[in-house]
């Protein structure tokens, strides 16, 4: 059975940095779309980032780029979201997910079959 961990959630002061981790396990295949998404109170659920771990290939929301860093340590299973620079509109529930797909759609969330609890993440003004 997959399951997903999210961890390393917390709050932090604009401008600053977080990272949270997902770690993984039961998942047999060698690549498949990984995802971050987040959700804020009253708002809908928002594609991050993902990265196909076939090739390394990573994909970001326009409200990230620059500032996030999705990565991947093979040998640990887990998955990583590096957070720079963050901003107060960073506050949200923060979901790992994973799915067999190529990451061709990676900020929907049909393109994922598994979903971690997620872990919250605090930005203050």
């Known amino acids: 059975q997959v399951q997903l961990v999210e961890s390393g959630g917390g709050s932090v002061q604009a401008g600053g940095s977080l990272t949270v981790s997902c770690a993984v396990s039961g998942y047999t295949y060698s690549s498949y779309c990984m995802g971050w998404f987040r959700q804020a109170p009253g708002k809908e659920r928002e594609g991050v980032a993902a990265?196909?771990?076939?090739?390394?290939?990573?994909y970001y929301a326009d409200s990230v780029k620059g500032r996030f860093t999705i990565s991947q340590d093979n040998a640990k299973n887990t998955l990583y979201l590096q957070m720079n620079s963050l901003k107060p509109e960073d506050t949200a529930m923060y979901y790992c997910?994973?799915?067999?797909?190529?990451?061709?759609?990676?900020?929907?969330?049909?393109?994922?079959?598994?979903w971690g609890q997620g872990t919250q993440v605090t930005v203050s003004s």
């Open positions: 990265i196909y771990t076939g090739n390394g290939s990573t």
């Open positions: 997910a994973a799915g067999w797909g190529l990451c061709i759609n990676w900020s929907d969330g049909v393109e994922y079959s598994f």
